[in-house]
């Protein structure tokens, strides 16, 4: 059986802070279930995730949260994208229920300065399309 749709939640507005023991987690923001035809390239899928969203593809770019995990991984080619839609098959196919990937949505870093949080000597840090988490001792 083909899988002709590829639904996602997409998240954004909101920011990531750290909860408990050193867990990742999204607070605030909006989060909306985008459905994506399966055979899209990287330029459809920015354009359907930011139209869904109201926003200008061109300020945003978007990651994906590994299964189980809080890792984030970007999308920023053809390519990229259709790792993400063989992980987004695997989960389909193993649960139909429980297969939608989680994306967010962030501004692109040439739009946003550095910018740097500081929580109990944990900064995280978005730089260059990447969010970094580093524990620095006092």
């Known amino acids: 059986m ?31 279930l985008v459905s994506v035809d399966r055979r899209i390239d990287f330029a459809g899928m920015l354009a359907d995730i930011c139209g869904c969203c109201r926003l200008d593809c061109n300020g945003y770019n978007f990651e994906y949260k590994l299964p189980d995990s809080n890792s984030l991984v970007p999308v920023t080619n053809d390519s990229d994208l259709h790792d993400m839609m063989l992980l987004f098959d695997r989960l389909y196919r193993v649960d139909p229920a429980h297969y939608p990937i989680r ?4 501004p692109n870093p040439k739009d946003v300065k550095r910018t740097t949080w ?5 900064f995280l840090e978005f730089q260059g399309g990447k969010l970094f988490l580093t524990r620095h001792e006092t």
């Open 2 to 32: 083909e899988i002709k749709k590829a639904w996602f939640i997409c998240s954004y507005g909101g920011e990531i802070k750290i909860q408990g023991c050193n867990e990742l987690t999204y607070v605030g923001g909006t989060n909306k």
């Open 103 to 106: 994306l967010f949505l962030f």
């Open 118 to 122: 500081n929580f109990w000597n944990f």
